[in-house]
């Protein structure tokens, strides 16, 4: 962790305000005729992404959706900007131009606040330790991102998954027990406090895979924690992160593809280890914790269908895997 003065958060005020008196200069009419011609070019990059991607080699699919989602913006922002300044014009004449322009600036500072929220929730799964830190000791940006809704967030993670192409996910070939519904009440105890702060993130960018990996972990001795190996296939250096933003970086050491299992060594991890536990029975109420879809920390009650062996069907090749015990959960 870092000490003193987060130069974050003396730079992000002042960039709040030099967009407040931009958007003052322009008026809401052009500000908001900007902004809603960046909605008309991301709802035309929607639709042209998908279809420029399919048409180009894997290799070229990143450049391409970038490339197409840059156009895009930009000849809607070039419309909306016409169209606002058009309207501007008139108001302007009026006894109405000073709230246009104050309302323009307020417009403009709420935009570039939720840029940076945007920003700062896709770049915290970036293995990059350093930024990770600066971002997580920022008190401003956390604030900003804690005041966020969730269902903003979980859009925003969303999207960021599918625009960096995340490894994919072994899927299950068939249940192991009939599905239930799942539950309604939720479970809190010291112990399970406890246990999520043991609970860490992974992260991990695999270079010839042509992705950023990310998935959740947890610390099983002093300096070691156990993730899944589709979550560090291909990864060199990953980056344990625990759900106040800390980091540190670990080395794979020891990778079961087929048991879906791998244990990074994380040397410097001061993280209490987690008493492995029996078998939980069917019916039972449990939590799991994590770091769904990238995004932040979670902690959700949920069932215990079942527990057996069953196969896992890789999702990239659709070759089936060796039996494996796994848990169905009602979540």
């Not at 005041?147 to 960096?164: A, F, H």
């Not at 949920?302 to 895997?321: H, K, L, S």
Request: neutral net charge; contains cysteine.
């Amino acid at each position: 962790m870092t000490t003193g003065i987060n130069l974050l958060d003396i730079a992000i005020p002042i960039i709040l305000l030099l967009y407040f008196l931009a958007g003052v200069r322009s008026g809401f009419f052009t500000t908001l005729g900007t902004f809603l011609g960046l909605g008309l070019g991301v709802c035309a990059a929607a639709w042209l992404v998908p279809l420029a991607v399919a048409s180009v080699g894997s290799q070229w699919s990143l450049i391409t959706a970038v490339g197409v989602l840059i156009i895009c913006l930009t000849i809607g922002q070039w419309l909306g900007l016409i169209a606002g300044r058009t309207i501007r014009r008139v108001t302007d004449i009026t006894p109405l131009k000073g709230v246009e322009r104050f309302f323009g600036g307020v417009l403009n500072l709420a935009a570039c606040a939720l840029v940076m929220v945007v920003l700062t929730i896709s770049m915290r799964t970036v293995p990059i330790p350093q930024l990770n830190t600066a971002l997580s000791d920022s008190k401003t940006l956390s604030w900003m991102v804690a005041s966020t809704p969730e269902v903003v967030k979980d859009r925003i993670n969303t999207v960021r998954n599918d625009v960096l192409a995340f490894g994919t996910i072994p899927e299950v070939s068939q249940l192991i027990a009939p599905e239930t519904s799942a539950p309604t009440q939720t479970v809190e105890s010291a112990a399970l406090d406890r246990a999520a702060a043991s609970v860490v993130e992974i992260l991990g960018a695999a270079e010839q895979c042509g992705y950023t990996s990310t998935g959740s972990g947890f610390v099983a001795d002093n300096g070691l924690v156990v993730t899944n190996a589709h979550v560090v296939a291909g990864v060199t250096s990953p980056v344990v992160q625990d759900s106040r933003g800390r980091t540190w970086p670990g080395t794979v050491v020891y990778m079961d593809s087929e048991q879906d299992l791998a244990f990074i060594s994380v040397p410097k991890l001061p993280l209490e280890p987690l008493t492995i536990g029996t078998n939980a029975t069917a019916g039972s109420l449990v939590t799991f914790m994590g770091y769904p879809k990238g995004g932040p920390f979670k902690a959700l009650p949920a069932t215990v269908q079942g527990i057996g062996n069953t196969q896992t069907i890789d999702a990239d090749t659709g070759r089936a895997n060796a039996m494996r015990q796994v848990y169905q959960l009602a979540a």
